[in-house]
């Protein structure tokens, strides 16, 4: 997915921001609350997502550095998604849905459908640009786009790679999770990382509690897609907001203490410690490098390659609004300068 506003902020990794509340529950870890923000995505019938990441407040968890939550979405109202080729770099691409599809097609030649359940995973490199359109058949749209900063030993690989992955229900007493990248509840995925990482759709029945064991080097986010009394150790998360922990814990105790099944997204890894900065869609390290990799995009240039076969709501090769592609932003007049994330640990209220 794009980030589609006209005037994009640029995104670093910025101490600061407004603290959390502290742990309730006795010897567990501190957990800072991240409340989304909207952004339309798409022309005068947008769908709106919900963003969480990045935020001056904390730009990552991790290496995961975007979060975009959106729907349940009723397309007939809204149009559904339908976002033109636009190019990506130094990332990956995590496609996550709970109601829909969506017809994916990118410049490496690969073309899918995204599927309630199944992960797809896009590996931008050195540059990649791909479509992504609700089908015909989709009445409603309910899901989350997640990206991953790319390391320094990765992020200028030639390949535009994509992988398809479709986990296994793991249950437990009170609910179930489907463990889409990394290793929890006994479950392996078998997907590429180029960081240490975690990513699961986690349900909780009503009135029940999960002890997850998770890695200590971990950092850990909550996102709560369904329930209205969800706490992660103690502390109420509300919904379509993420409650972080730091590094450190061993177990994070979640709890649904309402009378409606839960549905959450966790995700963690070990702290992305290089410098980056992220503007539009574009993840780099200095501003020449954003600078280049605009240029080539406007210019049409190679390092992205092309979508072929995009057949958007406008027509073949065309969105709602006419256009084939998208455009990238103006560059801010300013020098961008890459800083290092807040230290992985929740901040909390004095």
């Given amino acids: ?11 670093v990794c910025v101490d600061g921001g407004l603290p959390g509340p502290w742990a309730e529950r006795e010897g567990g870890a501190p957990v800072e609350l991240i409340t989304a923000r909207d952004v339309p995505l798409g022309g005068p019938r ?3 997502v919900r963003r969480t990441l990045p935020q001056r407040q904390r730009s990552l968890i991790g290496a995961w550095c975007f979060i975009d939550h959106y729907g349940p979405d009723d397309v007939s109202a809204s149009g559904g998604m339908d976002v033109a080729p636009h190019p990506h770099t130094g990332l990956q691409t995590l496609s996550w849905l709970f109601e829909g599809t969506v017809a994916h097609i ?3 030649g690969n073309s899918a459908h995204v599927l309630p359940g199944e992960m797809n995973l896009m590996t931008a490199g050195a540059g990649i640009c791909h479509s992504q359109t609700s089908t015909e058949d989709t009445d409603r749209l309910h899901g989350v786009q997640l990206w991953i900063a790319l390391p320094e030993e990765a992020r200028n690989r030639p390949g535009r790679d994509f992988e398809h992955f479709v986990p296994e229900p793991v249950t437990f007493d009170g609910g179930s999770a489907l463990v889409f990248l990394g290793s929890l509840l006994g479950s392996q995925s078998p997907v590429s990382m180029y960081s240490p990482l975690v990513g699961a759709e986690i349900r909780l029945d009503p009135g029940a509690a999960l002890d997850l064991t998770v890695d200590s080097g971990f950092e850990h986010g909550l996102l709560v897609d369904t329930g209205e009394a969800i706490t992660l150790e103690g502390v109420r998360v509300p919904k379509d907001a993420v ?6 814990s061993r ?12 549905r959450l997204v966790l ?4 702290p992305f410690t290089e410098e980056l900065v992220m503007w539009w869609n574009f993840l780099g390290r200095t501003t020449e490098e954003i600078r280049q990799y605009r240029e080539e995009w406007q210019n049409h240039g190679e390092r992205f390659g092309r979508v072929e076969g ?6 073949p090769g065309k969105n709602r609004e006419g256009m084939g592609w998208i455009p990238a932003p103006e560059l801010p007049p300013v020098r961008m300068r890459p800083r290092k994330n807040p230290p992985p640990h929740a901040q909390i209220q004095d």
């Fill in 106 to 108: 990118d410049s490496g």
């Fill in 243 to 248: 409650g972080y922990t730091g590094v450190g």
């Fill in 46 to 48: 947008a769908m709106n």
């Fill in 251 to 262: 177990n994070l105790r979640i709890a649904n203490g309402g009378d409606e099944p839960a």
């Fill in 1 to 11: 997915m794009t980030n589609p506003e006209a005037n994009p902020d640029t995104h």
């Fill in 310 to 315: 995009y057949v958007g709501h406008g027509g």
């Fill in 267 to 270: 995700v963690g890894g070990a």
